[in-house]
């Protein structure tokens, strides 16, 4: 799809991929002049990493070749070790195939999966294309019945998400069963605590941020503030005395003017 390669980034890694139990799918599926990831590629990593060993597989690619990601589907649903697949970037098209693979699914905030129809160039009279029609219908089908193993969603509805191209985000491809959750850099605390506190934090970094210091300053200056409403007497000493209990945003607002009184 050219949304998917204008979209595409290749730059997007993993950090932490390093681990000799890992596989990166960073280019586009199949064998393009010489580069892309093919099923001969991850067969080979399996047999390095050993048919027991657990194995997590990063994606960030366009899709490409959907044999080549039937075949690295079928690879890693026959690994014996158990299959988590990250999705850091995008996968899309013939990737998605590949992150269904997973025994779990985690997707980055910001990452995306990509689902359509198969494409062909196909040139011929009307007969040859009525043949292409319908053979690329059975290929649509294959995809439909492994999205619908993953998710649960029903076939038709599938069929339809195909013929319009469906792009999800994190969030949603979550909510339908595509992925079973963020990735662990982007689970968030959910506690009011937690929520309260960050609410605060940043309308003092808006703030600060709107009087022209610098990004490094502000940073500095809030991780000071994180500091002070950290500790419950220090912080306690610098709220205004009020006629009830200073809550958790006027503790960290003072502390923020007591720090720029320090400076």
Known sequence: SPRAMELWNPGIRASADDSEATIGIYDVIGDYCGEGMTATIVSAVLRRIGA????????????????????????????????TVNVVG???SAASLIAMAGDRVE?????????????????????????????????????????????????????DMLDNESWLAGKDAIAKGFADAFLPA????????????RAALNKIETILAKSGMPRSERRRLLGEIKDQAGTPRAAAQNVTPSAGEPGKTEVL???????????
């Open 52 to 83: 027991d060993k657990p194995v997590t597989v990063f994606i960030n690619s366009p899709g490409g070749d959907v044999f080549e990601g039937f075949a690295i589907y079928n690879l890693l649903r026959a690994h014996k070790g158990e299959v």
């Open 90 to 92: 995008m996968a899309a």
């Open 107 to 159: 997707v980055a905030r910001a990452g995306f999966l990509m689902i359509h129809n198969t494409w062909a160039a196909v040139i011929g009279n009307r007969n040859d294309l009525r043949k292409a029609s319908d053979e690329l219908e059975q290929f649509d089908g294959a995809m439909v019945s492994i999205y619908e193993a993953r998710t649960g969603i029903d076939a038709s509805d599938l069929a």
């Open 186 to 197: 982007d689970e968030l605390d959910q506690d009011s605590e937690g929520s309260e506190r």
């Open 253 to 263: 607002e003072t502390s923020y003017l007591h720090v720029l009184s320090q400076r």
